[in-house]
């Protein structure tokens, strides 16, 4: 067999190779397969074995992974990429104990971010998208969502959207492009937040004809959009053909999650403070949690996700970055994964499946990405560590070693000198 990509020499090859969304228990099963090898052609994985079957195989891109841990490329469901401008001020405020949606409310936060990115040109906010998605991309993750959001008007909320569109072209990573107009009340809406939703929602037709979004969002959040206003704004996006996913109950309780499965959302995203009901549903239908830990970390609160809990009753569970300037300021997943181990309490084998496969399936790519497999794209990180269990464990470093997107080597850890 002729293969462009052969990875020999694997201690643990973890495919996630199995039927997703992986619900509640499940989520402990970990397709893993020792001494491994496996081969590949044209972008797609062709072969997976034993390390010693590998005489068979003709290549001259042979990669020896040394005895290390190899996963799928890392997917991550959840981030506010295209965006002008950094909030590093506001953490002082954080620390005087100044409230996420204070400093909002009092015109920072997401609506400081909102001011930088109507100014910004189109060229400036594509070169630092691609910056930041060159930094996931050296960190494992080969596939992302990304949102707009900093617009809160058509111009800009287009602009962000062709940036996406733009940064597909240019990148390797793949990417899921989300509209969230609804991501807060612009002032020159203050007191009339219906009108406003109602300007978001006029664009619906424009978004799907330029095929510039796959899914619509919406902050429901106190001080931004209630139920009420999140329910009709969602199913209106819905009439429209498009998949919808909701911050949900990120910081007060409004039952955003019990609203993510009444209508059916992909995702559930946040959900840090979902009651009772709200978990008892979610675990009940296919809406997938996308928790988001690092969020909780760096606003500084306590009350994390009832992520345990969601999986112990059923649910599927995905984790993110949540990457954006305000609530979450980092694009490294491994990082999130540590995070989700020391305050969800959730297993290795829980949070892999909440890297690859679920995380995939939030992001409605569960047909493409997540897993290793014969006939599937080779989208495949190669780690310096010697088994799952140590990425989670060895916090906040990179352990990526090789990443491999479409087969093709797209970044290779360098050493120092
Ligand atoms: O810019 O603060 N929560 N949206 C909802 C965010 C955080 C992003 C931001
Ligand atoms: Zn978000």
């Not at 959730?346 to 995939?360: F, G, M």
Request: net charge negative; glycine share 8%.
């Amino acid at each position: 067999m002729k293969a462009d990509l052969l990875i020999t020499n694997i201690g643990q090859l973890l495919t996630m190779e199995k039927d997703g969304p992986v619900k509640g228990k499940a989520m402990k099963d970990l397709p893993l397969i020792e001494n491994a090898a496996l081969a590949g052609k044209d972008g797609i994985v062709e072969w997976i074995g034993q390390k010693e079957e590998t005489s068979k195989i003709q290549t001259e891109h042979e990669i020896d992974a040394k005895g290390n841990l190899v996963t799928p490329g890392l997917v991550e469901p959840h981030t506010h990429l295209v965006f002008w401008g950094s909030r590093e001020q506001e953490m002082v405020l954080k620390q005087q104990g100044v409230p996420y949606l204070e400093i909002l409310k009092q015109g920072g936060g997401i609506l400081s971010t909102v001011q930088e990115t109507r100014k910004a040109s189109f060229e400036e906010l594509l070169d630092k998208a691609l910056f930041h998605l060159d930094r996931m991309a050296m960190h494992g993750i080969t596939t992302i969502e990304a949102k707009s959001g900093y617009g809160l008007e058509r111009e800009t909320e287009l602009k962000q959207l062709c940036v996406i569109k733009e940064a597909k072209e240019k990148h390797p990573l793949d990417i899921v492009s989300t509209f969230l107009g609804a991501h807060a009340i612009p002032p020159e809406y203050k007191d009339n937040p219906d009108d406003f939703l109602a300007e978001m929602s006029d664009m619906f037709s424009e978004i799907k004809e330029r095929r510039l979004a796959d899914f619509v969002d919406i902050f429901t959040e106190t001080g931004v959009f209630t139920i009420d206003q999140s329910r009709r704004y969602l199913q209106k996006a819905k009439e429209y053909g498009f998949d919808v996913k909701i911050h949900a109950d990120e910081i007060d309780p409004l039952g955003g999650t019990e609203l993510a499965v009444e209508v059916g959302a992909v995702s559930g995203d946040h959900l840090a403070v979902a009651s009772e009901t709200g978990i008892r549903k979610l675990a009940n239908s296919n809406t997938i949690g996308v928790i988001l830990p690092g969020t909780t970390f760096y606003l500084g609160k306590d009350r994390y996700a009832p992520a345990r809990k969601m999986i112990d009753e059923g649910a599927a569970i995905a984790i993110s970055t949540d990457f954006n300037p305000g609530s979450s300021v980092t694009e490294n997943l491994q990082l999130i994964m540590s995070i989700a181990a020391l305050k969800l309490k959730l297993s290795p084998e829980e949070i892999w499946h909440a890297v690859t496969i679920n995380a995939a399936h939030a992001i409605g790519r569960g047909h493409l990405d997540g897993m290793i497999a014969v006939n599937r794209k080779a989208d495949i990180v190669i780690w310096d560590a010697p088994n799952y269990q140590y990425i989670p464990y060895h916090y906040g470093v990179n352990h990526a070693n090789t990443v491999i997107k479409n087969g093709k080597v797209i970044y290779r850890r360098q050493g120092v000198g």
